[in-house]
């Protein structure tokens, strides 16, 4: 390779926040005081906070140049699988911070809110006929929490019909969230190996399931990036049982406009709206995670929720069986503003568009790879693909070493070492916002390294040496934890 | 459309590569009878301009400052937020970035964690602090669910003047679990009663906020006395992050979790999200703590960086053993309120923080003055309950069209309240706009 992406250029060293200042420095123009001040009891008023004291100038310095040691989507190609990590259009966090959006307080009689809650009351109808579910609340705050709201749906139901199952049947190639938010609801997991294929089998389903099993948490399409084409039969089987399918959304971006949930089985579900719904990731969050369900569980949802009354909205917690609150208010309501803008911006057609696209880059990129990765499953992917190291682990190169090669290169690394399945696995979800030139330089880059591995496996042991920093001391980190100054 | 690059040529090689003769076909493996049929009915696009207008004619239903006067808070606190925040925190290499899983390439978001977490613990005067929960709500939440794990208890006692919502929260979270949430009443003078967990046992935790939805400050000292000397944990809950700036911090009294809301720290209101859960508490249980951390640590090269650390407690790789099933959590908020902290500094906080008490004091004082009563009188910060006429229902919604809220009705969440209202003022009022409540309640 002559020239990578991937090069130097000056980034600035930059102490921590309290190394810097001056004594007696203000970064913020103090309200003008108008009124007297008044006494105070001695014993209620403690020491004044040890922050540092910093010019305006200071901190806008301190933090551009922090930004400038960190990759964006905005920076470059972003592949990590299960993240879908698409383009964050910029007119979406215009919208959330309007004025009488960003201003607005959540506790407001409802004919001063009109706007917030038929932009609610409308997100919720189109997530709903998106997923092809009959009812949904944006109330969860990310996924996880999504995840934590429906399989709670899946026991307030079984509960109303005075059942009380303990355990949950997990896929191995679950995400690690899937397990935990089964646990908060008291369930057991039960874990499900996939098949040959990289899917799940009814076998495997029927022989788990029993009665005292409350119900599946499958992630269609998996994490290994396929379609699980058996979910219909499985649903069956769960029902059969009396069980309910919960199906993880995070993967959704795949087939928008393709598959509809609601049609195949899926009870519940939760969606990523920092994922599909092009949110941004914010370094780790604020993200939503809306749940869908179909009618049965809809007397369950959380409260309070939108309603519409001769035309205006209002909240209502008039819901008897409801599971209660999962958030101090109504959720993520600016993560929901930009999910809601980018719906109206694509519409139907863009929407199915974008999945195929999607697909169309992880296929693309699993055919040009497969000839230097390893790919354990050899079919149709959906939205994102799985390589393993196998074949650099001759070299002594591993998964990890490939990872900070991409770095220098000028890559964001794909996910690695997950699903747990694949050992070394690369997963890699392009998304339908790069381009064929992005994904034929991350092809040719991902080729070079191989080679590299080969001829010269130092450069990928020692990478990365373009970061800010190169790889950092983990164990130690672990250790002897340093986590305040 | 502008998001997707692909052109018709883009799309015909590709399909090649791939073996496939159109877009329907990559999707062989989705069986016939799962498909969906017919298109999605969806609105059809908006282009930019027209969805400028949208989203225009919606925000301009919603009543915000400055057109508004809003002396409501009860979780969600009106501040000024600087530009130069907004502007810092709107840099597309913090917002389009993910967790910082690759800390080669995170140092910005890792960095401004790890000094978060360290105003966070300088803040509320406690050890370690987390990189972030959802809000306040599911902070407490899981705050009582970590006491559960460490004293192996299955019995908490929550204050009733904690945040009705929160405490919502708490019993949707803890339902399944099957553990036992106590409330405790309150006092004439604004506190909780402490009285009942006398001769109560095998209590995980007891937990109480301050200032406490009533605005009123609570005993942190008696709190931590009656805790340890049951062997609960003590954890101090918060809506108004702010106040911190002034009070004695609760790490002081030896509480044990402190967690709470952060939105009062830069963050916009935003209808209630997204805000900042904060938490915080003891090195000795940082192994049983919910949420990511981020540590220092230093490179091949040796220079310092910073990484994700601890995490076999985390969903990843403990899966069903974890101490939470959190995983993306409130990182830009985190990040944000770091750039207010860091703007306001020593000098600041302690200023800003003593302007809001004593506007929330000038206004009490008013009203003292104008004849109405001051339900609670224990110390306030900036929030407070007023008692006034039954008439005043009328005068509220008149108020209403002359664009003031004059505070949050408290009958709906404490019925023996009624014709009580929770006040706030924070550093947005002047002492014209003051006045103006004042004379309006009055007349």
């Not at chain 1, 913020?28 to 108008?34: A, L, Q, V, W």
């Not at chain 2, 016939?32 to 009915?41: A, V």
């Not at chain 2, 906080?349 to 224990?378: C, H, M, P, S, T």
Request: hydrophobic fraction near 35%.
């Amino acid at each position: 390779m002559t020239e990578t992406l991937g090069t130097t250029s000056l980034v600035l060293n930059e102490p921590l926040l309290w190394e810097k200042g001056g004594k007696g420095r203000c970064g913020f123009s103090m309200p003008r005081r108008d009124v007297e001040s008044s006494p105070m009891n001695g014993g209620l008023v403690g020491p004044v906070p040890d922050f540092p004291e910093l010019s305006e100038v200071d901190v806008v310095r301190h933090y551009t140049r922090l930004s400038q040691w960190n990759y964006g989507v905005d920076t470059g190609m972003y592949p990590l699988g299960s993240c879908t990590m698409k383009y964050n259009p910029k007119v979406n966090e215009k919208y959330a911070s309007l004025p009488g959006f960003g201003g607005a307080h959540p506790l407001l009689p409802p004919s001063m809110v009109q706007g917030a809650l038929k932009l609610m009351y409308d997100l919720e109808r189109f997530l709903s006929e998106i997923t092809g579910m009959d009812a949904t609340t944006l109330q969860p705050a990310a996924g996880a929490q999504g995840e934590l709201t429906g399989t709670m749906l899946i026991y307030a139901f079984l509960r109303s019909k005075g059942e009380h199952r303990s355990k949950f049947l997990i896929p191995d190639t679950a995400h690690g969230t899937n397990p935990a938010s089964v646990s908060l609801c008291d369930f057991h997991p039960i874990p499900v190996k996939s098949n040959k294929d990289g899917i799940l089998s009814p076998g495997a389903v029927a022989e788990a399931m029993d009665e005292d099993v409350a119900g599946i948490l499958i992630t269609n399409p998996n994490t290994l990036g396929l379609f699980e084409e058996n979910i219909r039969e499985i649903s069956e089987i769960v029902h059969g049982k009396g069980g309910l399918v919960y199906c993880d959304g995070a993967n959704m971006n795949a087939v928008m406009g393709i598959v509809e949930m609601g049609k195949i089985g899926v009870d519940v579900m939760h969606l990523n709206l920092h994922k599909t719904f092009s949110t941004p990731h914010g370094g780790g969050g604020p993200g939503s995670g809306p749940v869908c369900v179909k009618k049965h569980l809809e007397p369950f949802m959380p409260v309070p929720r939108v309603i519409r009354e001769e035309g205006s909205y209002r909240l209502s917690s008039d819901y008897p069986h409801s599971i209660g609150r999962v958030h101090g208010f109504y959720g993520n309501f600016g993560v929901m503003v930009k999910a809601y803008s980018y719906i109206l911006s694509m519409g139907p057609a863009n929407l199915k568009k974008a999945s195929q696209l999607a697909v169309l880059n992880a296929n693309y990129i699993k055919e040009s790879l497969k000839t230097v990765f390893t790919l354990p499953y050899d079919r149709p992917c959906m939205h994102e693909c799985v390589f393993s190291d196998k074949r650099q682990n001759v070299h002594k190169i591993t998964t990890l070493d490939m990872a900070k090669r991409l770095i220098d290169c000028g890559f964001h690394p794909p996910t690695i070492y997950f699903p747990l399945v694949i050992p070394g696995a690369i997963m890699v979800e392009p998304t339908e916002t790069e381009s064929k030139e992005t994904l034929d330089e991350f092809i040719e880059t991902c080729k070079s390294i191989v080679h590299e591995a080969r001829e010269n496996p130092d450069l990928l042991h020692e990478a990365p040496k373009n970061a800010k920093v190169r790889r950092l001391d983990e164990v130690t980190a672990a250790r002897q934890p340093c986590l305040i100054d | 459309m502008r998001y997707l690059p692909h052109t018709d040529e883009d799309i015909s090689a590709m399909l090649k590569v791939v073996g496939v003769g159109s877009l329907e076909e990559l999707f062989s493996t989705v069986p016939e009878d799962c498909r969906k049929k017919e298109p999605l009915n969806l609105p059809e696009p908006l282009t930019e301009w027209e969805l400028d207008r949208h989203m225009a004619s919606f925000a301009a239903t919603m009543a915000t400052m400055p057109e508004y006067k809003v002396f409501v808070g009860a979780g969600s606190y009106e501040h000024f937020v600087p530009s130069s925040v907004l502007s810092l925190l709107g840099r597309s290499e913090f917002v389009t970035s993910y967790t910082p899983y690759q800390p080669e390439v995170s140092q910005g978001t890792l960095q401004g964690i790890f000094e978060y977490q360290t105003l966070i613990c300088r803040l509320l005067g406690m050890e370690v602090a987390n990189a972030s929960m959802y809000d306040g709500a599911s902070a407490l939440a899981e705050a009582l669910l970590m006491a559960a794990r460490i004293t192996k208890r299955k019995k908490v006692a929550i204050s009733h003047l904690i945040h009705p919502h929160y405490r919502e929260v708490v019993k949707t979270y803890l339902w399944p679990t099957g553990y036992e949430v106590i409330e405790l009443t309150y006092l004439g003078n604004g506190r909780t009663d402490l009285s009942a967990l006398d001769g109560m046992t095998d209590l995980a935790a007891i937990a109480i906020q301050s200032p406490n939805f009533f605005g009123c400050i609570e005993d942190l000292a008696a709190l931590r006395q009656k805790a340890s000397g049951q062997g609960a944990m003590s954890i101090v809950s918060f809506t108004e992050a702010l106040a911190y700036g002034l009070l004695r911090n609760p790490g002081s009294y030896g509480v044990d979790i402190v967690c709470g809301e952060g939105q009062s720290l830069g963050i916009p209101q935003s209808f209630g999200g997204p805000s900042l859960g904060i938490f915080a508490s003891r090195m000795k249980y940082v192994r049983n703590m919910p949420g990511r951390l981020v540590g220092k640590t230093v490179d091949q090269a040796g220079r310092r960086g910073f990484v994700l650390t601890l995490a076999t407690r985390e969903q990843h790789i403990r899966r069903e053993r974890a101490t939470s099933n959190i995983c993306t959590n409130q990182g830009l908020c985190a990040l944000g309120a770091a750039m207010y902290m860091a703007s306001l500094g020593k000098n600041g906080i302690r200023e800003l923080a003593k302007l809001n008490y004593d506007k929330a004091q000038y206004l009490k004082g008013r009203l003292e003055v104008a004849g109405f009563k001051i339900r609670f009188e224990g110390p306030t910060f900036n929030e407070f309950v007023v008692e006034l006429p039954n008439t005043f229902e009328h005068t509220y919604r008149r108020l209403l069209d002359q664009k003031i809220v004059a505070g949050l009705p408290l009958a709906s969440y404490y019925p023996e309240l009624n014709s009580c209202y929770l006040m706030v003022v924070t550093e947005t009022k002047t002492k014209e706009d003051i006045d103006t409540l004042v004379k309006g309640i009055g007349s």
